[in-house]
């Protein structure tokens, strides 16, 4: 159905700028993230190498610069899974450094902490909890079973368990935070499509409206534009329509417009449109048509409507709408057209109503 088409594309653009904004603050969090770590690291490494601490000081001025090659990779390819990949591999060497070292007086694991927020900001939100899960995995091999070859500082027992009980402590409450803003956020998404939709919807006839057609009708254009296909407008308006809300009551005409809302929809294609343009009045657009096919279609939906059974208060009423036929086969633009149909709208209701003109 057009209008059902109409509603789907409407939720598909606006998950579709979600998506393109999300993407680009992930992008923006990945540089400024390894922009900040390389200078952290760096910074570490000139102080660590100025105490002596030679074997802190080469890690952290290698994984700065590996850091820093992860921005270069990054704004070379633009591939975010590299960059993700890279920075969460650096970040992982580094905390296990720490952890392993003590760092300096022992308090390198505590940069955990920090680092599990990092992860969680910068990464896409599952990668992030699975690379703060992956922490916690470190800080149990390495405080429970450590590898033979690894010599890890002289930790306490206290600190030990301590420190694994509030870093796992960490974990959980983040990822119950991250479930809870992941419902909300899809609960804020549906409520945002509900307010997009009901925009661009007229709530009499539940068909689009202006707002939505003219957004189409200038995509169409462009289209047009580009590919020289013709598409063809339907300016509708009903007849007479005056007549219904004198003698039988705005009610009746609101049922009047709702029938002829329904025939016209079910009797296109599912990719044209029909929207009500305001008042009695309607627009179809009608994708890839030529003129021939626009007359054929405009008569088909002028016949549908001729023939709906229509009875206000037990009277019945003949139904009859007037098309004005425009086929963009010249470039334009949309508001040039939409005139042209008017045109051809009036024309069509000089000549006697009830009949469609190209």
Not at 112 to 135: D, K, N, T
Not at 148 to 168: G, H, N, V
């Amino acid at each position: 159905m057009p209008a059902q088409a109409a509603t789907m594309q409407s939720g598909d653009t606006l998950r579709q700028r979600y998506e393109t904004i999300e993407l680009r603050r992930q992008a923006l969090l990945l540089y400024l993230g390894n922009a900040v770590a390389s200078i952290f690291l760096f910074g570490f490494g000139v102080a660590n190498l100025v105490a002596e601490r030679h074997l802190l000081a080469w890690f952290t001025l290698v994984h700065g610069g590996i850091t820093l090659a992860n921005i270069v990779l990054f704004r070379v390819t633009g591939n975010r899974n590299w960059a993700s990949y890279g920075f969460t591999y650096g970040l992982l060497a580094l905390f296990g450094f720490l952890v392993a070292t003590g760092g300096v007086d022992h308090t390198g694991p505590l940069w955990g902490y920090p680092m599990a927020v990092v992860a969680l900001s910068i990464l896409r939100a599952r990668f992030g909890l699975a690379v703060i899960a992956a922490m916690l995995g470190v800080i149990l091999v390495l405080f429970l079973a450590p590898p033979a070859f690894i010599e890890i500082a002289a930790y306490s027992a206290a600190f030990k368990l301590r420190y694994t009980a509030t870093f796992l402590a960490l974990v959980l409450f983040t990822g119950l935070h991250e479930f809870a803003r992941a419902k909300s956020q899809g609960a804020l998404e549906q409520v945002s499509e509900q307010i997009d939709r009901l925009s661009q919807t007229d709530v009499l006839t539940d068909l689009p409206n202006r707002r939505y057609m003219l957004d189409r009708l200038e995509e169409e254009n462009s289209r047009y534009l580009r590919h020289q296909h013709p598409y063809a407008i339907l300016y509708g308006d009903v007849d007479d329509f005056k007549q219904i809300n004198d003698r039988y009551g705005h009610a009746a005409g609101d049922e009047a417009l709702r029938a002829i809302a329904h025939a016209m929809r079910t009797r296109l294609r599912q990719h044209d449109i029909v929207c009500r343009w305001g008042g009695e009045e309607f627009l179809v657009l009608l994708p890839e048509t030529g003129a021939e096919l626009a007359l054929e279609v405009a008569e088909k939906l002028r016949a549908a409507i001729a023939a709906i059974e229509f009875q206000p208060g037990g009277i019945a009423h003949r139904l009859s709408i007037s098309f004005g036929v425009q086929v963009a086969s010249v470039p334009d633009t949309v508001d040039n057209f939409i005139h042209q149909a008017d045109q051809k709208l009036y024309r069509a209701k000089q000549a006697g109503k009830n009949r469609a003109l190209d």
